[in-house]
């Protein structure tokens, strides 16, 4: 029997959160799971490598406010890094770090930098993805496998994606036994002695809406066919020409989502201009295509915005002009809060047919210009912000300026 119905995951569940909560957090939709080649449930974690995990988990905790949950290291057998398990609302972030001289992490962070290695999905049945994978021609880099502990098993497979990123495939109910350790077997739980200020809210975000990726001139509509073709995924939007160019950068973005439109990527390639983009100078300091922001939903960015910024979080700006501008303010219409509160806090504002968003981009997280986060709230829209784009590039461009790299 086709199940249509939309499920809450156990992340989800264990989260609190509901079915109401995440049509309006991440535009969540009900489809027939049964008919996918490739069914998704949902993101299972995204997985960092990091110059030094210890202190990340750390900046997680204290500035993301992110709970420390599992971990896995040289104390529990594992030679070769450290992983700390974090994770706020239905998102799960694995960071990890070098402890070997001889790691591979090492070789890793040395070539990119702070980044995203794998983005991790959640699916019902690996071994029907990893079938349906190598018949569409997809590089199988892991073959599935069930690995267990005293917790139960979990049944693993992975395939590659752009660049050096993989996605790997997390089945977590086997014969009806559902995985009950804190992530994987091989990590074990842990807590932090980190203590929340008073007056901390209990998270600052609930879900992860989506992973923006990027690769080079020309691969894009490659790298779309890769997940209509091997995963199954549907388009959702596409931006060219002058939605999303300013006077100086372009590039093209299209837009692909699982059923469920749990799991969204748009995905970047550059485009010809007078000056280098965004995405050019994303691909000179990663080295390769790769994973360039998560956007992180809430239902109250202004007190997310609030919080991180008193955390020391730096955002980008966004010029008074824009938000004084008639013909924006015509457009937006009413939204839950005056613009005067969204221009104080720089946050950016989009209505499309079926809505309104807000959302807001910080400056790049680590050292290198590549990895950064995007605050989101939506309201109805299931867009990314098209009437913004020309401002927010023109925010990034300045940026970019600023580091001799337009």
């Known amino acids: 029997m086709s199940n249509t119905a939309v499920e809450l995951t156990r992340q989800e569940r264990e989260a609190q959160l509901d079915l109401d909560q995440l049509k309006q957090l991440v535009g969540l939709v009900a489809y027939d799971e049964e008919a996918d080649p490739f069914p998704v449930t949902g993101w299972d974690a995204i997985v960092f490598v990091v110059g030094n995990a210890t ?3 750390q900046y997680y905790q ?5 709970q420390l949950v599992g971990y896995s290291g040289p104390e529990n057998g594992n030679r070769d890094h450290k992983a700390f398990v974090l994770t706020s609302g239905s998102i799960r972030f694995v960071i990890k770090g070098a402890v070997s001289p001889d790691s591979p992490l090492i070789a890793h ?13 959640e699916v019902p049945d690996v071994d029907k993805c990893i079938a349906q994978a190598r018949a569409a021609g997809a590089t199988v880099v892991q073959e599935p496998e069930t690995v267990s502990d005293e917790l139960g098993s979990v049944r693993i497979g992975a395939i590659a994606a752009y660049g050096e990123t993989r996605h790997t495939l997390v089945q977590r109910t086997i014969d009806g036994q559902t995985y009950a350790g804190a992530y994987l077997p091989g990590y074990v739980e842990r ?8 007056g901390a809210p209990k998270r600052l975000f609930q879900a992860l809406d989506h992973i923006v990726g990027n690769v080079e001139l020309g691969k894009l509509d490659e790298w779309v066919g890769f997940y209509n073709r091997v995963m199954g995924f549907v388009n959702m939007a596409e931006f060219v020409g002058d939605d999303i160019a300013t006077d100086y950068s372009a590039l093209m973005s299209k837009v692909v989502a699982n059923g469920n439109h749990r799991v969204k990527f748009p995905l970047n390639e550059p485009a010809i201009a007078k000056k280098r983009s965004q995405i050019d100078e994303y691909l ?8 360039q922001h998560l956007a992180l939903a809430t239902n109250d960015i202004l007190r997310t915005v609030d919080e991180l ?12 002009a824009y938000y004084d501008d008639p013909e924006m303010r015509a ?3 009413e939204v839950r809060v005056p613009i005067e509160e969204l221009k104080s806090r720089k946050i950016l504002v989009d209505r499309d047919e079926d809505g309104y968003l807000l959302q807001i981009f910080t400056k790049p997280l680590g050292d290198r210009p590549t990895v950064f986060f995007e605050i989101i709230e939506r309201h109805g829209s299931l867009g990314f912000g098209k009437g913004n784009f020309k401002a927010l590039f023109e925010s990034i461009e300045r940026e970019q300026d600023k580091r001799g790299n337009l």
């Open 55 to 57: 202190q990340a988990a």
């Open 62 to 66: 204290s500035t993301w406010g992110m």
């Open 109 to 121: 962070h040395t070539a990119h930098g702070d980044g995203v290695v794998d983005i991790s999905l």
């Open 191 to 198: 807590t932090s002695s980190f203590v929340k200020r008073d």
């Open 284 to 291: 000179d300091f990663y080295g390769c295509p790769g994973a």
């Open 309 to 320: 910024r008193r955390e020391g979080v730096e955002f980008l700006d966004t010029p008074d």
């Open 331 to 333: 457009r937006i219409g």
